[in-house]
């Protein structure tokens, strides 16, 4: 048998949940746990004037401290396996009331971000996709969760009736080029189609210039593949859609742009 428990359950002041009280702590324990101590309560420093030279000194010691590598694994190890909500996660899983949200953003008036910083910030996003790692992608497509939308699917219905098999969607993240994933792609040859929004890729305010037409087409040129755009409002007259991917299909077809050689479209 187990040895019998006497101590007691107490009810938290703070949550009003039980908890179990072992027989030393019996009258000396208030609270279930330090947060419900000291919730509500402010910090036992907070109205104390400090000195201006106390304020240096405090700013000199933190700026630039790093802690020693042996200190920093000792955390680690001892915050694994922790849950989430346990660890200093700041404002995951958790949501601000509208007090706190005004207050942020009376913070964030004003602040801008420096030209520099935002220059190396671009560089840094534009080189990881130019050369997206596998794990970048996979994290990725399942934080986005891109599924076929409606104008890509009936798409893929007139490619599969024209052409069957030879067309594969790729557009969930399958494929990236130069930085950029085509809709659909031709396995046997250099050839893309994109199924455009008229309101994403034209009608938009912030319209950004890599996602118009033009763009488009010149982007993958430059990798050796010519590009087909069809247009959600072109989709209403299904006849016009066929006659205009078959002349693109056709060996000599022409485009604005000039060709590119032939490519085989390798790990589709």
């Not at 790093?66 to 001892?78: A, V």
């Not at 995951?92 to 007090?99: A, I, M, Q, R």
């Not at 040129?221 to 409002?233: C, E, P, Q, S």
Request: with cysteine; glycine share 8%.
């Amino acid at each position: 048998m187990g040895r019998k428990k006497t101590g007691t359950i107490e009810i938290c002041p703070t949550c009003n949940k039980g908890f179990y009280v072992y027989p030393c702590q019996v009258g000396k324990v208030k609270y279930c746990s330090a947060k419900c101590r000291y919730k509500g309560k402010p910090p036992w420093d907070k109205g104390i004037p400090r000195a201006q030279e106390t304020k240096d000194k405090i700013r000199d010691t933190l700026t630039g401290r790093k802690l020693p590598e042996e200190h920093c694994r000792n955390i680690s190890n001892g915050l694994s396996g922790i849950p989430h909500h346990w660890t200093n996660k700041g404002m995951l899983g958790k949501h601000p009331s509208e007090e706190t949200k005004e207050k942020l953003r009376l913070v964030r008036i004003g602040t801008h971000v420096s030209e520099e910083t935002r220059g190396k910030m671009s560089a840094s996003l534009r080189a990881l996709w130019e050369n997206p790692t596998q794990e970048f992608i996979d994290r990725y497509v399942e934080s986005h969760n891109r599924k076929p939308t409606k104008p890509e699917i009936s798409v893929d219905i007139i490619l599969d009736n024209i052409s069957p098999g030879r067309f594969q969607y790729v557009g969930d993240g399958k494929v990236w080029i130069g930085g950029r994933n085509p809709d659909f792609i031709d396995k046997t040859g250099g050839r893309i189609i994109e199924v455009f929004g008229i309101y994403y890729h034209y009608k938009r305010k912030d319209l950004r210039i890599t996602a118009t037409e033009e763009w488009r087409i010149e982007h993958f040129a430059k990798h050796g593949y010519r590009t087909l755009v069809i247009w959600d409002t072109e989709l209403s007259d299904p006849d016009t859609v066929v006659e205009k991917i078959r002349r693109f299909l056709e060996p000599q077809a022409s485009l604005d742009i000039p060709f590119a050689k032939e490519l085989t479209v390798t790990g589709v």
